[in-house]
């Protein structure tokens, strides 16, 4: 295992569309987490799973974005009607209940056009 | 108010010099992280420490508690310590932790 992997690593998307991005996390990891970052900011906390449920919600995560974890491993962030609001990167990390640190993924950039 | 703020945003130095990057948040913590951001955009995690200090080679990461402050400290700089340095802190919600970031400090170290 790796590390934390996010795909794709940068996507390029028309004002409307859908795009689906993935985080696979460290395998033991149970705990799994959605960030945005915007140039300049440090990142933002959209929503937190504990195995496959989803615990928390930031407000940031509109109607227009839903996150799953279906089997509690690899989660997924989708995005519809994509906004230029949106163009950000992306990133995930995940944690273990039983031992302290994060590991981060290398981030999905988003740039809508 | 963040609940984390970083200083200072931006930092130019020379090869060689002593860099420090400060830390303030505002609410209890269990433990503050140093994160490092290089411009591909993937963050690894420098350091996690609840008290005292912590060194790994020329990185040293500082926290007083009582003071709600920590200092990145990067002795002998060289040009690949150029990065985006990250505070962040982990704080309990009901659920689980939920980190809060600082802004950066976008460090350029100039051979």
């Known amino acids: 295992d790796t590390g934390v992997s996010q795909d794709p690593r940068h996507k390029i998307t028309k004002r409307g569309q859908n795009v689906t991005f993935r985080c696979d996390p460290i395998?033991?990891?149970?705990?799994l987490y959605w960030y945005r970052q915007t140039l300049g900011q440090g990142p933002e906390f959209l929503t937190y799973?504990?195995?496959?449920?989803?615990?928390?919600k930031s407000r940031l995560l509109s109607d227009r974005f839903s996150a799953e974890r279906p089997k509690g491993s690899f989660s997924t962030l989708e995005i519809q009607r994509t906004e230029q609001g949106d163009s950000a990167m992306y990133l995930c990390?995940?944690?273990?209940?039983?031992?302290?640190?994060?590991?981060f993924g290398s981030g999905t950039r988003l740039t809508v056009v | 108010k963040n609940e984390v703020e970083q200083s200072p945003q931006n930092l130019t130095a020379q090869e060689g010099e002593f860099i420090t990057i400060n830390c303030s948040y505002s609410?209890?913590?269990?433990?503050l992280h140093w994160l490092q951001q290089h411009p591909g955009g993937g963050i690894v995690s420098l350091f996690m420490?609840?008290?005292g200090k912590k060194k790994h080679g020329r990185l040293i990461a500082t926290i007083n508690i009582q003071e709600k402050h920590s200092s990145l400290h990067i002795t002998a700089s060289h040009p690949r310590d150029s990065a985006v340095h990250i505070c962040?802190?982990?704080?309990?919600?009901?659920?689980?932790?939920?980190?809060?970031f600082g802004t950066g400090t976008s460090l350029t170290v100039i051979p």
């Open positions: 962040a802190v982990p704080l309990p919600t009901n659920t689980g932790n939920q980190f809060y």
């Open positions: 420490l609840s008290s």
């Open positions: 609410v209890g913590i269990s433990a």
């Open positions: 990390a995940s944690t273990s209940m039983d031992a302290p640190g994060y590991t």
């Open positions: 799973f504990q195995n496959e449920a989803q615990l928390e």
């Open positions: 395998s033991e990891h149970n705990r």
